[in-house]
């Protein structure tokens, strides 16, 4: 095993903490080739897709990414902007953000960055740009508010097996979930109510999280059970009622049985029961992406339009607002608010620590 090192490593540097916001991932570009890397890394995940490997070997790089690459490609380039893809743009705008706020703060330095579980800017890559600014306390913080292994245990993996291969470690902390933080559920309820006063409310109101196979609740994964409790938590802040505000599950793939009740199925059957206008947020997204622009945004639509429905509409996530910010910035001081506190090493100290390296 060979380990890396830190790069114009200084015994007399002042420490620092780092705080990593992770989420998905994304193309380099809205290319066939370009997604054709990301997919493949993406779906190889056996986090992701819980099939036997030599049978979703041949499945994956037989069928699918013969495929889905071309397929996707022509979707992403419908959403892709200037600066990147939507999802790499929010995570960027909301780490600079975030950094922002710990700009003046006491004792050790903060350091914010970015990073995609799948995808550029790499884990790894971040990891050792932070390690290399003197980073000796982390907080690594998923931006998937209901932990799923398939997503923030996939993240926590990819943060292990990068350690292994560095000799040397920082303290860490690892924000799992915060699917009843109160500020997060505050925040989601103000963009809402924010939608209403502009647009009115509709005759239902869809929370629609990321589906994944009903097999994973089955076998312990408490993803369910922590989308049904942001649900009920968003709801009572909002002051309605289960009738008017619905659980729903998109994105699903395959023929096995995924987490019901499914969204487009959902909304194809609401106009039957007299229901004409439509809401749809997401509360499982911090940042928009493909998935909620064109799938709920395009795609969903037009199936709700199509059965009878007269008013459709999708409630932005909260990417880089200051109430999603605040709820971040409340949620990392929780964790590093003790080391914040901790005075960093004087100039006499930090001399006689260096001297002491060098003896």
Same mark, same amino acid.
């Given at each position: ?18 705080? =990593? ?8 570009? /809205? ?14 995940? $056996? ?40 999802? =790499? ?12 706020? &710990?700009?003046?703060?006491? #004792? ?12 550029? @800017?790499?884990?790894?890559?971040? =990891? ?10 982390? =907080?690594?913080?998923?931006?998937? @508010? ?36 109160? $500020? ?17 409310? @509709? ?7 990321? #589906? ?36 729903? &599950?998109?994105?699903? &793939? ?28 997401? /509360? ?19 199936? &709700? ?12 996530? !909260? ?8 709820? !971040? ?31």
């Amino acid at each position: 095993m060979r380990y890396r090192a830190i790069n114009d490593h200084d015994h007399g540097r002042q420490d620092s903490i780092g705080v =990593l916001l992770t989420n998905l991932g994304t193309p380099d570009e /809205p290319t066939t080739p370009a997604l054709r890397r990301y997919l493949k890394e993406f779906l190889w995940d $056996p986090r992701v897709v819980e099939v036997p490997r030599p049978l979703w070997w041949l499945i994956l790089n037989g069928v699918i990414l013969n495929i889905r690459p071309k397929r996707s490609a022509e979707a992403y380039r419908q959403v892709w902007t200037e600066e990147g893809s939507p999802l =790499l743009v929010h995570t960027r705008n909301q780490a600079a953000a975030l950094a922002r706020r &710990f700009e003046k703060a006491s #004792g050790m330095p903060v350091i914010v960055d970015y990073a995609m579980r799948y995808g550029n @800017p790499s884990i790894a890559d971040a =990891l050792q740009a932070m390690q290399d600014r003197g980073v000796r306390k982390l =907080l690594v913080l998923p931006l998937y @508010p209901q932990y799923s292994g398939a997503t923030t245990g996939s993240t926590f993996d990819a943060l292990a097996a990068d350690f292994t291969s560095r000799r040397w470690l920082p303290d860490l902390r690892f924000v799992s979930h915060y699917h009843d933080f109160v $500020p997060y559920i505050e925040a989601m309820a103000q963009a809402i109510e924010k939608h209403w006063a502009e647009n009115g409310r @509709p005759d239902r109101l869809l929370l629609s999280y990321h #589906g994944v196979p009903k097999r994973y609740l089955l076998s312990g994964d408490p993803y369910y059970c922590e989308c049904r409790a942001t649900s009920r938590l968003l709801a009572q802040r909002l002051g309605v009622d289960e009738a008017f505000c619905l659980t729903t &599950f998109q994105s699903r &793939f395959g023929r096995e049985e995924w987490l019901k009740p499914y969204t487009d199925e959902t909304l194809k059957a609401l106009p039957a029961q007299g229901v004409r206008s439509v809401q749809v947020y997401c /509360p499982g997204f911090s940042a928009d992406c493909l998935e909620t622009i064109e799938e709920i945004g395009v795609e969903n639509r037009d199936y &709700f339009l199509e059965a009878g429905g007269s008013d459709y509409q999708y409630i932005p996530a !909260l990417n880089d607002e200051s109430s999603h910010i605040d709820a !971040l910035e409340q949620l990392v001081r929780g964790q590093i608010n003790d080391w914040l506190e901790d005075e960093p090493a004087d100039t006499e100290q930090r001399s006689a620590l260096a001297h002491a390296a060098k003896s």
